[in-house]
Nanobody, 122 residues
Framework: VQLQASGGGLVQAGGSLRLSCAASGFIFDDYAIGWLRQAPGKEREGVSC??????MYADSVKGRFTISSDNAKKTVFLQMNSLKPEDTAVYYC??????????????????WGKGTQVTVSS
C-alpha cells in the first residue's frame, strides 16, 4: 500500500492550494481516504475524508476546503481556498477501511503517506 501526497507550498492568506493523494496497492473503492494535518507543537487532526459513502470535514475547514476523488486514477484531491495562517501544517493523506471515522485513523489499522508542507503567510 502506498499513498503519495503532493501539492503543498507557501501561499499568502486568502490564497488557494490543491493537494493530491495518489494511492496504489489496494482496492481503492474499499477504503476511505482522509487528509489529516499536524501543526508544530500540536496533535495531528482530521481535516477531511472521502469514501464511497460519504464525505466529511472538520468544522474549521467547512466552506473553504473541498475533497474529491478520481477513482479511475486512484487519486484524492483537497482543494483549499481562503487559506488562513492557522491552516499551516504538514498535511498527510491516509487510508482506512471503508468508512470515514476519525478514530479509525488513530486507533485502527491505517496506511499513511508522507506529508506535504502547507505554509500560509499572513
Amino acid at each position: 500500500v502506498q499513498l503519495q501526497a503532493s501539492g503543498g507550498g507557501l501561499v499568502q492568506a486568502g490564497g488557494s492550494l490543491r493537494l493530491s493523494c495518489a494511492a496504489s496497492g489496494f482496492i481503492f473503492d474499499d477504503y476511505a481516504i482522509g487528509w489529516l494535518r499536524q501543526a508544530p507543537g500540536k496533535e495531528r487532526e482530521g481535516v477531511s475524508c472521502i469514501s464511497s459513502m460519504s464525505t466529511m470535514y472538520a468544522d474549521s475547514v467547512k466552506g473553504r476546503f473541498t475533497i474529491s476523488s478520481d477513482n479511475a486514477k486512484k487519486t484524492v484531491f483537497l482543494q483549499m481556498n481562503s487559506l488562513k495562517p492557522e491552516d499551516t501544517a504538514v498535511y498527510y493523506c491516509a487510508a482506512v477501511s471503508r468508512r470515514c471515522e476519525w478514530g479509525k485513523f488513530f486507533y485502527a489499522r491505517a496506511y499513511w503517506g508522507k506529508g506535504t508542507q502547507v505554509t500560509v503567510s499572513s
